[in-house]
C-alpha cells in the first residue's frame, strides 16, 4: 500500500494521490472519523440488504407477492445507493479535508430518510387494511 512517503517529503504518490487529489494530510483522527462513518454507512446497507432478502425469502405467508416484491426492492435498492454513495461520501470528505473547504453536503442521508419512510408508510398501510 502507498502511502506517506519519506523520501517523497510526506507526499502522497501514485494512485492515492490521484484519488484523493492533492492538498495538506488532514488530521489522522479526522481521516479516521471519515473511515467510520464509511464503516457506519456500509452496516447500514448491509442491515438493509438483509432486510430485502428476509422480506422476499420468508414473508410470503404474510405479504402478497406485490407488496412483498415492492418492499424487498425498495429495501435492495436503498441498499445500492447507500452502500455505493458512502464510498463517494467518504472520498469527497477526504478531498474536501485536504483542501480545507467546508464539508459536502450528505445526501444520502435524505434518500435513507425518504426511501425508509416510504417503506414505513408502506407497512403502516398494510398493517392498518390487513383483515385481522
Same mark, same amino acid.
Given at each position: 500500500?502507498?502511502?506517506?512517503? &519519506?523520501?517523497?517529503?510526506? /507526499?502522497? @504518490?501514485?494512485? %492515492? ?6 492538498? @495538506? /494530510?488532514?488530521?489522522?483522527r479526522f @481521516?479516521?472519523a *471519515? /473511515? ?7 452496516? @447500514?446497507?448491509? %442491515?438493509?440488504?438483509? =432486510?430485502?432478502?428476509?422480506?422476499? &425469502?420468508?414473508?410470503? $405467508? ?9 418492499? &424487498?426492492?425498495? +429495501?435492495? #435498492? ?5 452502500? =455505493? =454513495? %458512502?464510498?463517494?461520501?467518504?472520498? *469527497?470528505v /477526504?478531498? %474536501?479535508m485536504?483542501?480545507k $473547504?467546508? +464539508? ?8 435513507? &430518510?425518504?426511501v425508509?419512510?416510504? #417503506?414505513?408508510?408502506?407497512?403502516t ?8
Open positions: 500500500m502507498e502511502n506517506l512517503d &519519506a523520501r517523497s517529503g510526506g /507526499e502522497r @504518490t501514485g494512485l %492515492s494521490s490521484r484519488i484523493l487529489g492533492g492538498g @495538506t /494530510e488532514p488530521d489522522p @481521516t479516521l *471519515n /473511515e467510520r462513518t464509511f464503516l457506519a454507512w456500509i452496516r @447500514t446497507s448491509l %442491515s438493509l440488504l438483509a =432486510g430485502g432478502v428476509a422480506v422476499e &425469502a420468508f414473508m410470503a $405467508d404474510l405479504f402478497g407477492p406485490g407488496l412483498r416484491k415492492t418492499v &424487498a426492492v425498495l +429495501l435492495l #435498492v436503498l441498499a445500492l445507493l447507500i452502500g =455505493g =454513495g %458512502s464510498f463517494f461520501r467518504w472520498l *469527497n /477526504e478531498r %474536501s485536504r483542501r $473547504d467546508p +464539508l459536502p453536503l450528505p445526501w444520502i442521508a435524505p434518500v435513507l &430518510a425518504i425508509g419512510g416510504l #417503506v414505513a408508510a408502506i407497512m398501510v398494510f398493517v392498518l387494511v390487513r383483515p385481522v
